[in-house]
């Protein structure tokens, strides 16, 4: 199998390590390229620390993430509850899609619990195929693919069938570490919030593990519209 | 990876033929050993061939159909609209399964358009549970493993929304082949109902093909319950 | 509040026990008085003890258990695997309804991970509505009421969208008592399938809690149909 | 338009009457030919009254109420909490339909508040197939075709997705007689369950009626399955 | 139980009066504070008064039926067709809702029947979350609470399937007195639309009463996501 | 009956031709008077062809397609990917279908292959009733109906669950050519994607023909909100 680029779009830098960083360490392992974007800088994500302040802490630690994961991790530089379905954003987006040129993108699905998650997922399917389309001009070159999508859990598995599982029991540690690295969320959460950011990634990864009979999982789903699967060469029995 | 033993069970001979023979095919090209089951013995599938001769008619259609995919056929010998929910029809599909020992059973799904088929898809379900049980007692020995179910496509593919598709593209020779050693009921249907099944077939695996990206498809959902489906090992990208 | 009287009907031994336990604590503990229910004797659940002595065993264990949790536990005494809508058992049903005489019942809903389930769960629905009608005969006297039902999670808590959660924190030891008292299952999965069920029920419990915000809980959905619920008379802030 | 057979198939007699008889009514004064069935002869829907009698009183009111709409009325003598999918069951079922020949039917659909309700529309499902099939065996000889089928509204109106609305304002006054002829079910339900019935048909059918921009309405789904429903000459508009 | 701030923000005047005043009414006695918001001043609900006026009568309108309810009453300034997802609305929702404190919040849900009632919805949703964060800015400090949200009936119940139902019956004159202050709309909705709306309230809440078992009742879900509910203490029996 | 006055909206010059075509074709041949809609001028559709060049080349396609089924053309003249929900994009909207003065509009559903078709059918919603208010100020004098909606199939039918069929057969050769007219497209999709859209066209078409028992289909959904769709009068056997 020839190495793919894949391409995790969170809203907030943490969301791709809480919700899909083990299959992302998999995928690493096996010898694809994978790059973890975080749509915000984060920069509302704490209780007192100054948004510019935040911002670049949230940055460090996103990129600390990603390396632990083996990826690149890169910024498409809104602001927290600064997304918004427009034509810059569209633009931003697509450019960035444009630079990493996925075979493959994971993003957010529609029932997630922010509205800002729910519209980077929606804003990453339309950006993914304005990519391809040589007459929308940004920065980078266009597309050659319009890629298939993955929508990863929502956080706390709330409302949400999964069409996909993975197994990673063998990445847990890999997880664990990706995510140790956002310490300004790991502790705001537990102080203003009583959340053990830790604990709760745990639980639900067990969780999905105990749904498709392995230690540790992650679910996803399939994004199943025209142009953007492709059948299956044979039953995975 | 090592052969598996696969059971399609359809309630009356050709069912399978028409849902996913395509996909048995290939399962059959790749060394697995498929089995093709009919519960009932299609005995009031026709409009003026009496009951008993039908039946053997379509007996004898159904070993062809099978032959030509490479596969098994059995009979679990009841009457059409003989399905019911009761003692001894569990027993029989679980005796049944028994013998089949399959690693991965394809039935019918919950949204198909007769009744009959919905509850061979319900007692199979059951069944297949039961047969792992050594105390339920019947003619073969208990199977080892309660396996992993798919549900395939409904007739004209209405209500059915597929989590896999599988490329049949290359062994629709074969499907057409198998679907054509039925011909009781490719002229009954003509004549009686003015409807082509070969063309049925044919339109709906085009269209599944549309939707992924091939040119013929067939489509399934995986049953999912707990203890019934893993984890994958990886994102199948 | 006046006491009132719960019944919990699942399907085998050690359903109850898993799926809402702790809710039935915490109803004990608020002065209800709880009945919890096995509709077969579990004589299938083993792998070599025999079905007469695993049965035994079991009542036994289900005894412990529903002591554990301060309730009473009754039996309908049918076999695993013998529950099919008839008659007789719809007759069965209703006249141990009709003896406990619940104000609310709990029992299994339409997405569990085993048809015998699911059947528990229609039957459940029919018989507590023939229990309050005088025309349908059985050996005890018919009830004053057609209770409202709660649906409990499946297994594995997959394919299932609460309306309810119950905070199980404070009694989770009860829960865990009442579930080591079916050590027959519990060795048998553990040594047959590699499952733990007290696992199992910690980790469901825990992300429970986590969609819910507390640390352990039960989730239930309402069975809402006509005649079954009554508005609340204010809104629960 | 040639005149058409329309066969309603309640579980109970005034089902119909509460649910769709005004769409029926409609039905007759448009021409056609409807007549009201139902499964069970209701001896079961009194406090006091034992079941011989009540029976009796309930065959009568049930061809009272048929005759106010213009219809005709037959029973399929079942008894109430007598209707198990089975095959005696399945044949009575076969031979009535046969016997009314319909062009169409109208039953209960898939989540109505009465199991009994919900297996009466999954049996007529079957048997109208059923009845179309030579080697099927009855009193009465094959129907010559397998109707399309509409589903009515559940009782309150709840957990149902209309996809059609029968305008019934000009027939209300019909419906009200109708329904007024089932004594004993008016007189039971308002002195045990504090309901009166006409009032709740009256509301459903206003509330129906607001949703579809009219005075009252009835609402349906249609059974969309292969082979029972074809496409419109042209869209509604 | 300590007073709470409940804070219902409806698209137009008049909204939160026809879909969910009884349920405030009822919060109000109970001793909670209640504010019931209008995100645009309902200029565009007339056939021939001036925009500007009929604001001004509107803006009256709401005064007077908050105060029949024994709420407060406010607005947040937008014109009507004016409520887009952007900046500067996030921040004007924000705002308001820091100045409201509300423990809980009720808007509009997915479902209705204006597509500015589902934005309405969505931007309540991401701005009682913003609303709660330091360092977004606006003129009022920001919230302790990012509180649970109920999303109310949509008009003429239409695909809606509640989770909660609130008795009203015995604040109905409060309602009908609250909606009686909108006599601009009651007027136009009758002369251009044929529309009564006080008659439409009153069946759509007998309509939600029949379902729930009393005279009179409001429909509700509950936005369950993470971090938004709770589990109950014990089950609501 | 009276002519009426059909408006369908499509995001794209040509997806009315691929999804409902042959259905306003039927529309035109009973007397209605029928108005094609694109809203962008489809200036990112291809490969190598300059924007405005193509946006050219497109209108007049749009016009050549428009005029082969009898209907009128117009383009609403904003951007491929230029569709966002703000007030200038309403107001475009809104004046378009002021202009037409629809009595019916089609639209694209929620849950179509592109972002952007499902913003064309939200905004349309929006739009259609904007349109209704005098207030709203365009260059258009305002409507005096809110009309209702049908929602088209999605591409490749993945996904939608049809309420209407509409039979095509006879009207065929109208859809082929209508969309022939879009040559640009029809060669872009071949060389660029190795897409027929005449046979993608042609398959979905028989797909949904066999699922309503005629040889081609076109399939919708209505929109059924308050206001929206009026009860029919009689139930359509």
């Keep these: ?27 690493v392992k096996a010898g694809h390229k ?42 498409f530089g809104l602001h927290d509850f600064g997304v918004y379905d427009d034509w810059d954003t569209l633009h931003k987006f697509t450019d960035a899609i444009r630079k990493a040129k996925p075979d493959v993108i994971i993003t957010h699905g529609p029932t997630d619990y922010l509205f800002e998650h729910i519209k980077v997922g929606q804003i990453t399917v339309a950006a993914s195929y304005a ?41 847990m540690d890999i997880k664990r570490m990706a995510l140790s690295k956002h310490q300004s969320q790991l502790k705001w959460m537990k102080e203003r919030w009583d959340t053990d950011l830790q604990e709760l990634m745990e639980s639900v990864g067990r969780s999905r593990g105990i749904q498709s009979g392995v230690k540790y999982a992650e679910a996803f789903t399939q994004y199943q519209v025209y142009g953007r699967f492709k059948a299956d060469s044979i039953l995975p029995i």
């Design 1 to 27: 199998m020839a190495a793919k680029r894949v391409l995790a779009i969170g809203a907030h830098p943490d969301d791709v390590e809480i919700l899909c960083s083990g299959t992302l360490a998999k995928l």
């Design 34 to 75: 994978v790059t973890v974007a975080h749509v915000t800088n984060g920069d509302v994500g704490h209780y007192f620390i100054p948004a510019k302040e935040l911002a670049e802490i949230r940055e460090r630690e996103a990129a600390e993430a990603a390396e632990a994961i083996g990826a690149d991790a890169i910024g």
């Design 131 to 171: 990519a391809g389309c040589p007459n929308i001009k940004t920065e980078n070159d266009f597309h050659d693919n319009i890629p298939p999508i993955f929508f990863m859990d929502t956080v706390g598995g709330i409302d949400f069938k999964p069409t996909h599982y993975v197994d990673i029991t063998d990445v």
